[in-house]
């Protein structure tokens, strides 16, 4: 079973770009195992993404959608040779967005709890990343990046703190050695200083 990397952080924080950058610098070799798989957030391809930004009655459906998206992408980077890279993933989607939109009313208590009960039960089919980048940036960085990006969020700008208090009360609870947090508010679009530590970390 291969080893899986998954990048978190807030939306527009840029998790899709360092994903790609790392891709970039290191595709996978035929010849040997080193480089990344990689896998990402689909927002377009998704069937309740825009129906759920247009009406909040779906969801539920989107984020149990969503679940299971992550967990069959989990299971086909696990079976390749080189180190799975996800962008955002199981975790960040249930700790992260399903409990965003809970607290911001798109889903009741009960959703809730049927989405903890998915989310269980992919987990314990399924063992957790080996590692978790979190991905930081200045709150005017994010917004700025929401602004122009052509995506459909349901995650605002105005979510960003809520969002990272809910992604801290999770990371919080894992081993030290299990998550490595970067601070992007000043990274090139090649993410070379980010790739860097990453490296470094997988190395050491």
Known sequence: MGKLIAVVGASGVGKTTLVRALARAFPPVLSSVEGFQTAYEGHAERPFQALFKEDPRYALANQIDYLLECAEQEKHLRASPYI?????????????????????????????????????????????????????????????????????????????????????????SLPPHQVLEIDVSHETLEYEESIGIILNHLRA
């Not at 993933?89 to 009960?110: E, S």
């Not at 089919?125 to 349901?154: G, H, M, Q, W, Y």
């Not at 809520?162 to 919080?172: E, K």
């Open 84 to 172: 799975g890279l996800m962008d955002g993933g199981l975790d960040l989607d249930f700790h992260g967005f399903t409990h965003l939109f809970h607290q911001r009313g798109f889903l009741t208590d009960a959703e809730l709890g049927l989405c903890r009960r998915v989310y269980k039960m992919l987990r314990e089919t399924l063992p957790p990343p080996e590692l978790f980048v979190r991905l930081c940036a200045e709150k005017s960085t994010i917004a700025s990046r929401l602004a122009t990006r052509d995506r459909i969020n349901i995650a605002r700008a105005e979510d960003t703190a809520l969002f990272n208090s809910l992604l801290d009360g999770w990371l919080v």
